[in-house]
């Protein structure tokens, strides 16, 4: 039997960042989902804080619009609520039972035979190009030649300007010749 705390935002907050880090969900899924929520959250009533069963995506869209107006884009609203929603029916699920807890929703229905089994390095291609046609925030394409593309991935949506400094001192450092100091 889940406790009665298990329902609470908090919980599921907690969830979405355990569960990316875990890799139940994609990462960048995970992430944007608890983003959304964060974001939202300002107007949920206190039962809903408490008890996330009672969350009805549509009505907490309502409230958030009334409240922020013209300030937020219909697109990027329907986009929140339908993060909002994934994030409540996979929680409700991995509570329900987390030893059959999947999220293969996507990827089951895309999936089809192929005529063979790809190879390591297809495999890591493929799965770039899905991550960056699903989560196109979370990588960054920067062509760095004609014929190759390298990808920024897992950039935080708050990356300071330090954090760009310091990346870019490594990858300055990986281009750099034998004759610079370690």
């Known amino acids: 039997m889940v406790a009665n705390d298990s329902y609470t935002l908090e919980a599921l907050l907690s969830f979405l960042k355990q569960a990316g880090m875990e890799g139940l969900i994609n990462p960048a899924t ?24 009672q969350i009805k995506v549509d009505e907490l869209l309502s409230r958030f619009h009334k409240l922020e107006g013209s300030s937020i884009r219909p697109e990027t609203l329907q986009i929140y609520g339908q993060r909002v929603a994934a994030a ?8 329900e039972n987390p030893a059959t807890f999947t999220t293969a929703r996507r990827e089951r229905s895309r999936a089809f035979t192929r005529g063979g089994e790809l190879s390591p390095e297809q495999q890591a ?19 760095i030649r004609n014929d190759h593309v390298v990808y920024l991935a897992n950039l935080p949506l708050d990356l300071k300007p330090e954090e760009a400094d310091r990346i870019a001192r490594v990858i300055k450092a990986l281009a750099e010749t034998g004759d610079a100091p370690a």
């Open 88 to 95: 409540l029916t996979e929680y409700l699920d991995w509570l």
């Open 125 to 143: 291609a493929e799965r770039v190009t899905l991550e960056a046609i699903e989560n196109p925030s979370n990588v960054v394409p920067v062509r």
């Open 30 to 53: 995970a992430r944007a989902r608890r983003k959304a929520l964060e974001h939202l959250a300002g107007e949920l009533y206190e039962a809903e804080r408490l008890d996330i069963r």
